[in-house]
């Protein structure tokens, strides 16, 4: 009796799930000819904006089941992105695959890499850039860029300024954006003043790239960038550590020399 109810209720659960089966094949079969009968008109749609700029003379772009696939090269990998972006907001499309190969100059990494970081420096220069930092690597034209930035504004200008620049061939972003806190403002504003009030490292304020960049995040702060000398690096962590409510300090500063100098 006991394996009759068994094989019954095991019977009622296949069959339920056989419907289920049935039921969302029938969905994604229905909603494939409603995507698709938009294409043609997507198509053309889309041919005819990239048409109108010259700088997408030759990028292609077909259409199957709402999906805009956009082929071709450009000379600037902002372009790329532009493309992407320009196709996606034409009517009934449901997505974008962007295969365009960035050609343009081919610079050497380190030259690029140099051309990068000379950038980036100077990225919200009069605003925040003391509570931001960004460290870069190139390899075959492809930009790895890791940091944190305060509001998200010097990160999206960073990334602006990479996108923009010849020989970049892709990016591969990953700055997270510090979590918004009145605390956290309130340890920044304090740190800067007792590292750039020390007579030791107020040479450092000169610069408007700022090399020693303080991140704080949930009462944790992190000391970025370079500096001329061991002991300026020291009296930097010496400062932070001074900070009333920090939670933590970790000095990441590099010792470098003044004409080399590559914080961000």
Same mark, same amino acid.
């Given at each position: 009796?006991?394996?009759?109810?068994?094989?019954?209720?095991?019977?009622?659960?296949?069959?339920?799930?056989?419907?289920?089966?049935? =039921?969302?094949? *029938?969905? %994604?079969?229905?909603? #494939?000819?409603?995507?698709?009968?938009?294409? +043609?008109? @997507?198509?053309? /749609?889309?041919?005819?904006?990239?048409?109108?700029?010259?700088?997408?003379?030759?990028?292609?772009?077909?259409?199957?089941?709402?999906?805009?696939?956009?082929?071709?090269?450009?000379?600037?990998?902002?372009?790329? =992105?532009?493309? *992407?972006? %320009?196709?996606?907001? #034409?009517?009934?499309?449901?997505?974008?695959? +962007?295969? @365009?190969?960035? /050609?343009?100059?081919?610079?050497?990494?380190?030259?690029?890499?140099?051309?990068?970081?000379?950038?980036?420096?100077?990225?919200?220069?009069?605003?925040?850039?003391?509570?931001?930092?960004?460290?870069?690597?190139?390899?075959?034209?492809?930009?790895?860029?890791?940091?944190?930035?305060?509001?998200?504004?010097?990160?999206?200008?960073?990334?602006?300024?990479?996108?923009?620049?010849?020989?970049?061939?892709?990016?591969?972003?990953?700055?997270?954006?510090?979590?918004?806190?009145?605390?956290?403002?309130?340890?920044?504003?304090?740190?800067?003043?007792?590292?750039?009030?020390?007579?030791?490292?107020?040479?450092?304020?000169?610069?408007?790239?700022?090399?020693?960049?303080?991140?704080?995040?949930?009462?944790?702060?992190?000391?970025?960038?370079?500096?001329?000398?061991?002991?300026?690096?020291?009296?930097?962590?010496?400062?932070?550590?001074?900070?009333?409510?920090?939670?933590?300090?970790?000095?990441?500063?590099?010792?470098?020399?003044?004409?080399?100098?590559?914080?961000?």
């Amino acid at each position: 009796m006991t394996f009759a109810k068994a094989t019954t209720r095991t019977l009622v659960k296949l069959a339920g799930s056989q419907l289920a089966v049935g =039921l969302l094949s *029938a969905t %994604l079969l229905a909603q #494939t000819p409603a995507a698709a009968r938009y294409d +043609n008109q @997507i198509q053309t /749609a889309v041919t005819h904006k990239l048409a109108a700029k010259s700088q997408f003379s030759d990028v292609k772009a077909g259409v199957e089941d709402g999906i805009v696939t956009l082929t071709g090269t450009v000379d600037l990998y902002q372009r790329k =992105l532009d493309a *992407a972006k %320009l196709a996606r907001k #034409t009517s009934d499309v449901q997505g974008v695959r +962007n295969l @365009i190969t960035v /050609a343009g100059p081919n610079v050497p990494d380190a030259q690029l890499e140099q051309k990068l970081a000379e950038k980036l420096r100077y990225v919200r220069v009069g605003f925040d850039s003391t509570f931001d930092y960004f460290a870069l690597g190139v390899k075959d034209g492809v930009v790895t860029v890791e940091g944190q930035d305060r509001t998200g504004v010097g990160r999206d200008e960073a990334l602006a300024d990479i996108a923009n620049m010849p020989g970049v061939k892709d990016v591969i972003a990953n700055i997270s954006v510090e979590p918004v806190s009145i605390f956290d403002d309130g340890l920044r504003l304090r740190a800067a003043r007792l590292i750039y009030g020390d007579s030791v490292l107020s040479k450092y304020a000169v610069d408007p790239a700022r090399p020693i960049r303080i991140v704080v995040a949930n009462g944790h702060v992190t000391l970025y960038g370079s500096v001329d000398s061991t002991m300026d690096k020291q009296v930097a962590g010496m400062r932070a550590n001074q900070l009333p409510g920090a939670f933590s300090v970790e000095n990441n500063l590099q010792v470098e020399a003044k004409s080399n100098r590559q914080g961000m």
